[in-house]
């Protein structure tokens, strides 16, 4: 599978990339191993973790968020994703020929930055993680001092490139103004939402990113399973499909649905039905044919989800094409 740089560092990403996020949540240890297996062995060697991903954190979650107190996900280990691929890294022995990220999520504090760097790297069993993000903006962290800690961690040699996730234009840009001024290390890798579905990249951070040489690692090519046309404006949201990503977080449908985007989906569906081709990997296929997007990551749960997003790689879309579903 093709390699891409990942900014301006010696790190690659191929283009598709394995989004763990699923590993202990949707499914279990098993078949996460098997998933695995399979991507690496397909080409894939760009692992996306977080210490946010876990079924136990999940579980956490919704309580918080909806007073909802039940187990919907496969397991309530926390941090179940990095435990899960840190016992698959030691099964395996796999790791020098691929790219690890996982990111802080419970702040940006200097001290909580630390603090999660060595819990990720004892969850892992490394030495060392290639790429190493902010999950989300900290409106309580001015960002110097986020990456003043970042930027000491690579001096350590405890992480090889730093990144972030969920920004916008404008908070990339503070963000590379404070490492020039500082001397810090930069950020070399966003990852943002991107679909058919979430086209909030496009409002100057992929121009930015391309500019700067910021790898683009884009997360939800397909909604978090929307753009398979499986929901409706109708759907209760606390009976979703069990052990969907919907069902697992709920807050999905405060994203995706609108009015737009079921109109989205029905376009989706009369062009699939028009070239024969499946829905997902229509939509697969748009996000990965964006120039200004390194990789597209996929949260997988089943064998063919890896696959699809393979074949939809390899199809490729033509210009023409894709300026039509653009307009969308």
């Not at 039905?273 to 120039?291: H, I, N, S």
């Amino acid at each position: 599978m093709e390699q891409r740089s990942i900014g301006r560092t010696d790190l690659v990403t191929s283009r598709i990339g394995m989004g763990c996020v699923t590993f202990g949540r949707e499914i279990d240890e098993t078949t996460s191993f098997r998933i695995l297996d399979h991507a690496v062995g397909q080409g894939i060697t760009f692992l996306d973790s977080s210490e946010a991903y876990g079924g136990g954190n999940s579980q956490a979650g919704r309580r918080s968020l909806y007073d909802v107190d039940d187990q919907r996900e496969v397991t309530t280990e926390m941090h179940s994703s990095e435990m899960i691929l840190g016992r698959w890294l030691r099964r395996t022995g796999a790791g020098s020929d691929l790219v690890i990220c996982t990111k802080v999520a419970s702040g940006a504090t200097p001290d909580n930055i630390r603090r999660q760097v060595q819990a990720s790297l004892d969850r892992l069993g490394v030495d060392r993680i290639d790429v190493y993000k902010i999950h989300n903006p900290d409106p309580n962290v001015p960002i110097a001092e986020s990456l003043d800690a970042l930027n000491g961690e690579v001096e350590a040699g405890r992480i090889t490139a730093i990144g972030c996730s969920n920004v916008s234009a404008d908070q990339m840009a503070e963000a590379l103004e404070a490492s020039r001024s500082h001397g810090f290390a930069r950020f070399e890798i966003t990852q943002p939402p991107y679909s058919l579905a979430d086209r909030r990249a496009e409002d100057g951070l992929l121009d930015l990113c391309a500019r700067e040489e910021i790898a683009v690692t884009a997360y939800s090519p397909l909604a978090a399973g929307f753009l398979a046309g499986k929901y409706a404006p109708t759907n209760d949201r606390q009976h979703f499909p069990k052990g969907s990503r919907f069902d697992i977080s709920p807050a999905h449908a405060d994203v995706y649905f609108s009015d737009h985007n079921f109109e989205v989906v029905d376009r989706l569906r009369r062009k699939a039905e028009e070239l024969d081709q499946p829905m997902v990997r229509l939509a697969m296929a748009w996000a990965l044919t964006q120039p200004q997007v390194t990789a597209v990551l996929v949260g997988a749960r089943k064998l063919d989800h890896v696959d699809n997003a393979i074949e939809a790689l390899e199809m490729g879309m033509d210009e023409s094409l894709r300026e039509e579903m653009s307009a969308w």
